[in-house]
């Protein structure tokens, strides 16, 4: 079983929908949680870290729940920009590395 | 800088040739960490730094991969006598600390292909 597991897509939605992602971990001394989004085989860039309380960027919301080891992010009103790949990340224990999913696909169409 | 700069940013190699990719971290931040992307978006971490110390190398083949972060260079990753599987991009990141819940930056990477 994968550390960190995503569907992984495609999720092809008009602009303007709302659309969410959902992530499991695995490993219960998961201490950080970030959702990062990648374009085109180009560098991840971080979106949002994502806490407890859970927490809102604009247009983006992040939830963690740590009984159920499940991270989501939901993003309202969907536009053509945000077609990516989101990639649900942890970090665990004493390591720094990041633990990626396999990411989930989005494709905004017009 | 204020990027991660990581040079080349395509590197072509005949199998059984050395590569060397290089990275420089964002000034300030103490962590650099190297990871490989592979087909399907499957990243993995191969070894991270402190400075110049090695913090974490537990990804790292045992044979083949080097690293090296020296003063006043840009760090490197070494790969001796590739094989067709070392095909991936080569991401290197940095944070300014070592706190798990300190994002980290990462640079274009580098499209290595062995052929």
């Known amino acids: 079983r994968k550390e960190v597991e995503q569907d992984p897509g495609p999720f092809n939605v008009p602009e303007g929908a709302t659309v969410a992602f959902n992530c499991t971990y695995s490993n219960s001394a998961s201490q950080s949680f970030f959702w990062y989004r990648q374009d085109c085989r180009k560098e991840p860039k971080l979106l949002m870290s994502?806490?407890?309380s859970g927490n809102e960027d604009g247009r983006f919301t992040a939830q963690l729940n740590r009984a159920s080891q499940y991270i989501s992010l939901l993003i309202r009103d969907s536009k053509l920009s945000d077609s990516a790949t989101y990639l649900c990340?942890?970090?665990?224990?004493?390591?720094?590395?990041?633990?990626f999913g396999s990411g989930t696909q989005l494709t905004v169409l017009p | 800088g204020e990027e991660v700069a990581q040079t080349p940013k395509h590197l072509v190699r005949g199998e059984g040739q050395k590569a060397k990719l290089y990275c420089a971290p964002i000034k300030g931040h103490s962590y650099v960490f190297w990871y490989q992307q592979v087909l399907k978006n499957e990243f993995k971490f191969l070894i991270s730094?402190?400075?110049?110390?090695?913090?974490?190398e537990t990804g790292m083949p045992k044979e083949r991969f080097s690293a090296k972060c020296l003063p006043n260079s840009p760090c490197s990753l070494e790969i001796q006598a590739t094989k067709l599987e070392d095909s991936a991009v080569y991401f290197c990141?940095?944070?300014?600390?070592?706190?798990?819940?300190?994002?980290?930056?990462f640079g274009d990477g580098t499209r290595l292909s062995i052929l």
């Open positions: 994502v806490y407890s």
């Open positions: 990340v942890v970090t665990s224990g004493s390591a720094r590395q990041l633990t």
């Open positions: 990141a940095s944070s300014r600390t070592g706190d798990s819940n300190q994002p980290q930056h």
């Open positions: 730094f402190q400075n110049e110390n090695v913090f974490d």
